[in-house]
């Protein structure tokens, strides 16, 4: 069992960063991989980010390549996801989830509770 925690939500004007964290417990952290997720109102919940246990490989959703930056801290067991360039439509609940195994291509078994992320324009 695994239980993920995020924090770093909150309101933003477009242009604008924020970064995300996720505190993770419940399990050997270096050997699960991690992502970041959203749901935006009225649509469905969406990949964006996920980075293997040894933080060697991430992939990103194509709207968000260039803008965000997804990392880990194993010592810390911790995720982080570092949105710069914010635009309006990334406005979204960001879920964290933890992954059966280290790589990125894992089940998604676990999530947080989610954080809010708002963007005016």
């Known amino acids: 069992q695994v239980q993920l925690v995020e924090s770093g939500g909150g309101l933003v004007q477009a242009g604008g960063s924020l970064r995300l964290s996720c505190a993770a417990s419940?399990?050997?952290?270096?050997?699960?991989?991690m992502a970041w997720f959203r749901r935006a109102p009225g649509k469905e919940r969406e990949f964006v980010a996920a980075?293997?246990?040894?933080?060697?490989?991430?992939d990103y959703a194509d709207p968000v390549k260039g803008r965000f930056t997804a990392s880990r801290d194993n010592a810390k067991n911790t995720v982080y996801l570092q949105m710069n360039n914010l635009k309006p439509e990334d406005t979204a609940v960001y879920y964290c989830?933890?992954?059966?195994?280290?790589?990125?291509?894992?089940?998604?078994?676990?999530w947080g509770q989610g954080t809010q992320v708002t963007v005016s324009s």
């Open positions: 989830a933890a992954g059966l195994r280290p790589i990125v291509t894992t089940t998604w078994l676990y």
């Open positions: 419940g399990r050997t952290f270096s050997s699960t991989a």
């Open positions: 980075i293997s246990g040894s933080g060697g490989t991430i």
